[in-house]
């Protein structure tokens, strides 16, 4: 009785695992028996539309105008009127030079005026009394003429007389030191008490206008030759209307709130560097932008109107070149060679190897081979395929935990066919 109780218990359980064995082999040839579903991916169908071409160069920040403050006459400084690093108007008084001097100077000036005026007043009425009186013979021509030469040269001699009075006043007001541009001034040179002009126009401050501010950098000519190749055969269109916007990258990654345009561009390259100088000219009203600042240059040169872009993940880089996996008519995975060489943001702009309506694998690129069937989804930047969020939402579940003993059946399927 009992070798028949255990007999049974046998036969129950090898039915029972033969019966777990053929569902298992249902499950892993899936509905129908066909196999494996397809590999669900993320895919992004690229369509051509206008994308700027830009270019990110190193440059740095220059003022558009420098002024040197120098001493234009001698003497002693008496005070510095401005605050170093301040903000000047242009014809703000900077320095004053002790003017003594130059005010007894003006004075002399005037008093010598005086004189002349008075000399050519007598010259010229001798000169004119004796003009009747050379008609009638009562005096000599010689005496007329020696008469109205001292009155011409009296006359030269006030207009000398006037000049040196002008130019007491300019040393004059040579000796109160302004500013010839609007900017910001720089640090002192000198002290007071400090002998300046003595022989030389002694440098006293430097003023600098940085609103707006210039942007000097270079690139290369082979490039900027390549873009106007591009630009005459019309593969692609100008940005903007007179020149390229220009935007600036501080040292700290961030970008200028401003926005620049190109102002300059050089005409001849660099023998040394193969490369041309460009300056741009950005508004700065906050004066956040120094000069000498190190910043990155993002120069929109050109527009692409039929540019084609994937996201950067998509591509994929090896010895032989750049490719990326696209999905055919037949709902199959291929390799599809590309040529992407500029990118746009997080993108790459693919200028060979890719058409309108091309289907580009962006997601689960990991999990599909050529020629694999796949199950294409739209992607959605920063979302998981279906089969990934599937594979997180299973790693929790009860069910997964009994996968292996599923999956043990099934492995020896074979041999119960055997």
Request: proline share 6%.
């Amino acid at each position: 009785m009992t070798n028949t109780r255990r007999y049974h218990q046998l036969a129950a359980a090898a039915f029972v695992v033969v019966a777990l064995a053929a569902c298992g082999n249902k499950q892993a040839q899936g509905p129908g028996g066909a196999g494996m579903p397809p590999t669900e991916v993320g895919v992004v169908t690229v369509q051509p539309h206008a994308v700027g071409l830009t270019s990110e160069l190193p440059g740095r920040l220059e003022a558009t105008r420098v002024a040197q403050v120098r001493a234009r006459v001698a003497g002693i400084v008496l005070k510095r009127t401005y605050a170093e690093g301040s903000d000047v108007k242009a014809g703000q008084q900077l320095f004053q030079i002790d003017p003594a001097q130059y005010k007894a100077s003006l004075d002399s000036a005037k008093a010598q005026l005086a004189r002349s005026e008075a000399t050519q007043a007598q010259a010229q009425i001798k000169a004119d009394r004796y003009k009747p009186l050379v008609a009638t013979n009562a005096i000599s021509k010689q005496d007329f003429d020696d008469a109205t030469a001292a009155a011409k040269q009296a006359s030269a001699d006030v207009a000398a007389a006037r000049a040196a009075v002008e130019t007491a006043k300019l040393n004059l007001g040579y000796a109160s030191v302004t500013s010839p541009i609007s900017g910001r001034a720089g640090l002192a040179q000198i002290t007071e008490g400090a002998l300046v002009g003595q022989g030389e126009a002694t440098l006293l401050t430097t003023v600098q206008q940085i609103d707006p501010i210039y942007l000097t950098f270079t690139q290369s000519s082979t490039e900027v030759m390549r873009l106007q190749e591009a630009l005459k055969a019309g593969k692609l269109a100008k940005a903007g209307g007179d020149a390229a916007k220009v935007t600036l990258v501080t040292e700290d990654g961030r970008a200028y709130a401003q926005t620049g345009k190109l102002y300059f561009s050089d005409l001849t390259v660099d023998p040394a560097t193969g490369t041309i100088t460009l300056r741009a000219i950005v508004p700065n009203p906050e004066r956040t932008l120094l000069p000498g600042m190190y910043v990155r240059a993002r120069l929109e040169q050109a527009v692409d109107e039929q540019a084609i872009t994937v996201p950067q993940q998509a591509v994929t880089r090896s010895p032989d070149g750049a490719s990326v996996m696209v999905v055919d008519e037949k709902g199959q995975a291929a390799v599809r060679p590309v040529k992407a060489d500029r990118s746009v943001g997080t993108e790459w702009i693919v200028s060979s190897g890719l058409k309108a309506g091309d289907k580009v694998i962006v997601d689960g690129l990991q999990k599909v081979h050529p020629g694999g069937p796949v199950k294409a989804v739209p992607w959605q930047p920063g979302a998981a395929s279906g089969q990934d969020k599937a594979a997180q939402g299973g790693a929790g579940a009860a069910p997964a935990a009994s996968a292996p003993a599923a999956s043990t059946p099934a492995a020896s399927a074979p041999a119960a066919k055997q």
